[in-house]
Each structure stands twice: as C-alpha cells, then as structure tokens.
Nanobody, 115 residues
Framework: QVQLVESGGGLVQPGGSLRLSCAAS????????MGWYRQAPGKQRELVAS???????NYGDSVKGRFTISRDNAKNTVYLQMNSLKPEDTAVYYC?????????WGQGTQVTVSA
C-alpha cells in the first residue's frame, strides 16, 4: 500500500548532474530499504544505490564516487544525486522500496546523457 513517484529525469550533457526524487505515499513503515535501480536498452536491471531506515547506504560499482543517495524522512522522499554523468548512465531509473515483506516500484523516469 505504498506508492512511489519519481521525478527529476531528463536530458543532460556528459559531465553534468541531475537529482532524482522519489516520493512515497500511502502506508509508510518505520523499517525499510529504499533504492534506485536502472535499466538500459538491452541490459538487465541493476542496482544503482540503496539506503536503509537505519541510514546505511550501498552503491553499485559503476556509480561509486559519482552518485549519492540520501533521504528526507519528514517528506518521505529519497534522492539520488548524480554527478559526472556519462553516456553509459543513460537508462530508465526506478525507485524501489521494501518494507513489511512487500516490494514496491515506481513508474520510472528516463535519464539520457548525450552531447
């Protein structure tokens, strides 16, 4: 009973930055894991970053040092700050939440990195 809505995607030049937002609504639980996944054309969906309700973060190898996941508990929102973007980062980015044994997905937001 959680709905996730992503925003912030768009077109950006290589080396640029974007910040994605994922707002959660509905039944919000105190214990959770939220993350960002991405899926590029012809590739498998992969983990980009995750954050737990305890504040632990994890990153995929391809984005370490460039992306940062954060949260605003008051707004029930998770952010993904993406810096030094590369064309290889082009994908649909999906917000994910796991809580109370359920997995929720957002609708996805397109990120395109191109000159």
């Amino acid at each position: 009973q959680v709905q996730l809505v992503e925003s912030g995607g768009g077109l950006v030049q290589p080396g640029g930055s974007l910040r994605l937002s994922c707002a959660a609504s509905g039944s919000i639980f105190s214990i959770y894991v939220m993350g960002w996944y991405r899926q590029a054309p012809g590739k498998q969906r992969e983990l980009v970053a995750s954050i737990t309700s305890g504040g632990r973060t994890n990153y995929g190898d391809s984005v370490k040092g460039r992306f940062t996941i954060s949260r605003d508990n008051a707004k029930n929102t998770v952010y993904l700050q993406m810096n030094s973007l590369k064309p290889e980062d082009t994908a649909v980015y999906y917000c994910n939440r796991v809580s109370e044994g359920y997995i929720y997905w957002g609708q996805g937001t397109q990120v395109t990195v191109s000159a």
